[in-house]
């Protein structure tokens, strides 16, 4: 069949196939990061430093989100800020630093991949490659990612909408690569209270659409510390498959997102009420024992 026959135009599933809830029969895919499941009754908690901004700071972060149970560590070696003058990430030293916090604590990593020149370093230390909001619809990135064969956490555009996040999805996947996870971070909407609007009304809907996981970064929409604990129950209530979460040892003296990152020390409460809410939708903290909701 040549490629032109195979063109399709309009909307639906037919234009992310493989994402799509039918292709599986509707049967929900469970992802296996290292040992920890993502998708079914496993709900992921993805946390860690917005930025690596040191080795002391990298380490004691993944410790302490580790021993509260956080199930993967974050943090950004590579940052796509809005100012060109904005620190932009240690790049190779930061990737360096993850791989130390994960042999320490035996965390998988996710980091983000923004240049394709960087895909051969972060592939060595990442677990998931983070696709960012800004790069959603870069689609050689995409195309790459999904050959590259790593499982991703692609991240819903700024404007974006649910179908063009799934076939922005299906680039990954027709590649061949299954291991894909859709994250809601908050849309641009004409509500300028907050930074972004957090459209927890996804989750369902793209449960009801795709097999593929749904992750919810709550820091990125809130940019704000005081509304991260409401926003990730009310995801984790609503059916979410894990939440990816900004925390520093310090958050007054981060170099980036320090308004909205949760406080090292007062991670283990976070994680505790974020687990009786997942259990609301019959889901457990990857690694853990149910809890009552
Ligand atoms: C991030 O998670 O570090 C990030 C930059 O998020 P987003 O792409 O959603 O803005
Ligand atoms: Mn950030």
């Known amino acids: 069949m040549s490629a032109i026959s195979e063109t399709v135009s309009g909307e639906g599933p037919e234009l992310y196939r493989l994402a799509s809830l039918q292709r599986t029969r509707g049967e929900h895919t469970v992802l296996d990061i290292g040992g920890r499941k993502v998708g ?141 996870m859709l994250c809601e971070r908050g849309i641009r909407t004409f509500e300028s209270s907050y930074r972004f609007t957090l459209d927890l009304m996804a989750v369902p809907v793209l449960k009801e659409r795709s097999h593929l996981p749904v992750i919810v970064d709550p820091s990125h929409a809130a940019g704000r510390r005081d509304l991260v604990t409401p926003l990730s129950l009310a995801a984790a209530a609503v059916g979410a498959d894990g939440l990816i979460v900004e925390v520093h040892p310090d958050p007054d003296a981060a170099i980036c997102d320090g308004p909205q990152q949760l406080r090292a020390d007062e991670f283990a409460e976070y994680t505790q009420a974020v687990e009786r809410a997942a259990a609301l939708s019959g889901k457990v903290l990857a690694g853990r024992e149910p809890v009552l909701a």
């Open 40 to 180: 079914g009754e496993s709900f992921a908690l993805i946390a860690g430093p917005c930025t690596v901004e040191s080795r002391e700071q990298t380490i004691e972060t993944a410790r302490a989100v580790r021993d509260a149970g956080a199930t993967m560590l974050r943090g950004g070696a590579y940052k796509p800020r809005t100012s060109p003058y904005a620190f932009q990430g240690l790049g190779q030293e930061g990737l360096r630093l993850l791989a130390e916090a994960k042999a320490q604590t035996g965390l998988p990593v996710v980091t983000e991949l923004i240049d394709l020149g960087d895909i051969e370093a972060v592939l060595e230390v990442a677990d998931v490659v983070q696709v960012g909001a800004r790069n959603m619809q870069n689609y050689p990135l995409l195309a790459e990612v999904g050959r590259a064969g790593k499982p991703v956490l692609l991240k819903r555009g700024l404007s974006s909408t649910l179908d063009e996040l799934l076939m922005a999805a299906e680039y990954i996947l027709k590649e061949g690569n299954g291991d894909v």
